[in-house]
Structures are given as C-alpha cells and as structure tokens.
C-alpha cells in the first residue's frame, strides 16, 4: 500500500539556519504530494503542494521537489526563523481498495525546534 | 471564515465513560474525515463519510462510531472510552475527490482518558 516515511526527528536549528526535512514516498501512479505544517496548539494547515512530476510549490520561503526519479518530496528552506518551529508533515492522498475517498496517508511528522 | 471548527478542545474521561466530539464545517463540503494523532505516529484515519448519510470506516475505527445527517457535521462518538483513545483528535473536510485540492482541519481536540 501508499506509504510516507520522514526522516527521524526531532530537528533543532539556530535563526538563519539552512533546513532540510527529508521524505520518500511509496504510491501506485503519480500523486500529487504535500507538506502540511502544524503550529502549537493548532491543527494541520496546508504549507505546499506539488500536483505532478518536476514540479516545484513553493510558500512562506519553504520549497519542495517532486522528484519522480527518486520518490521523493524534500522541504527545503534557506534561512529558518523562530516563528518557523512547529511539526511538519509529508502527505499524499492515496485510494485504499479501490475506494473513491480522498484517505491522506501521512509521514510520522518531523518537530523543528528555532532558537534565536 | 471558520472553516472547520471542533468542540470541546480538550476533555478529560473516565474509563467507561462515553462523549461526542463534534465536528462543523461552512465550506458546504461534501467529504468529511476523522484522523486520530499519537506522538511519533502521523495521523491515522477512524471513519470518513462522502455526503450526507453515508459514513465508513478508515484503518482505525474500533471504538468509535459516528453519523451524518448534514452536510456541515461529522460528529464522533466514544461509548466506552478505554486508554487507548487518548489522542488528539482532528476533523477534516475537503469539496469532492480532487487529490489536487488539500483538506481543511479544525483546531483539534485533545482527550485524556484517565
């Protein structure tokens, strides 16, 4: 079955550090992918998304491939900031048993820690 | 703009003891879901539903039950609360299967069950 799996957290970074946040994904066809970040105290909200093969989203600073080649939807910032720290999550929407429903299958999230 | 929006936000059972987390949406949105999140684990499916009157089950729907009689709720109900259920639990909500389009979730509610 569809499959996400993050690299182990957790994440700790200074202001102005380079970030990267790995994921490998494992799905039948081409899904589209996405990064969904969660704030303390929040639920999920929708970082970026990526809809086919090469493409790149893009938001807030952060930025993420999909990459065919490799199965894999890496995020990527240059310079993280304090207000950056939360749990971020790999996802792809994936069909369990032929089912019509939209089931997101998500990675284990990955917590980064901003220190000043 | 609510979106979706979740009651109570945070709720502490006893064992044996059941409550319903509700769950509303005002983006007329025809799919709605609910994903329970331990610590280290992702979110994982309980029970989805495609319209009104019409539910199923995810990967993880023992324990729970829940109903859609509108389009705007989705509540989910605990009859017997055992430890195993504290978790957060978040509600979800997308406009149709377009694997393009992200689903929208609420705030959460985080359950203890003592």
């Known amino acids: 079955g569809d499959s996400v799996t993050q690299m182990e957290g957790p994440v700790t970074l200074s202001e102005e550090a380079f970030l990267t946040i790995n994921c490998t994904y494992t799905?039948?066809?081409?899904?589209?992918l996405f990064w969904y970040v969660q704030y303390p105290g929040e639920g999920l909200q929708l970082l970026l998304k990526a809809t086919k093969a090469d493409d790149k989203g893009s938001n807030k600073g952060f930025e993420a491939t999909y990459r065919k080649e490799t199965t894999s939807f890496h995020l990527e910032k240059g310079s993280v900031q304090v207000s950056d720290s939360a749990v971020y999550f790999c996802?792809?929407?994936?069909?369990?048993?032929?089912?019509?429903?939209?089931?997101?299958?998500f990675g284990q999230g990955t917590i980064l820690t901003v220190h000043p | 703009n609510a979106g979706v929006t979740q009651t109570p936000k945070f709720r502490i059972l006893k064992i044996g003891q059941s409550m319903t987390l509700q769950c509303t949406q005002d983006?007329?949105?025809?799919?709605m879901y609910w994903y329970r999140q331990d610590p280290g684990m992702g979110l994982k499916l309980i029970y989805y539903s495609v319209g009104a009157g019409i539910t199923d089950k995810g990967e993880v729907p023992n324990g729970y039950n829940v109903s859609r009689s509108t389009t705007e709720d989705f509540p989910l109900r605990l009859e017997l609360a055992a430890p195993s259920q504290t978790s957060v639990y978040f509600c979800?909500?997308?406009?149709?299967?377009?694997?393009?389009?992200?689903?929208?979730f609420g705030d959460g509610t985080r359950l203890s069950i003592l």
């Open positions: 983006m007329n949105h025809n799919y």
């Open positions: 799905a039948t066809g081409y899904p589209s």
């Open positions: 979800a909500s997308e406009t149709n299967r377009d694997s393009n389009q992200p689903q929208h």
């Open positions: 996802a792809l929407p994936s069909n369990a048993g032929g089912t019509s429903y939209g089931k997101l299958t």
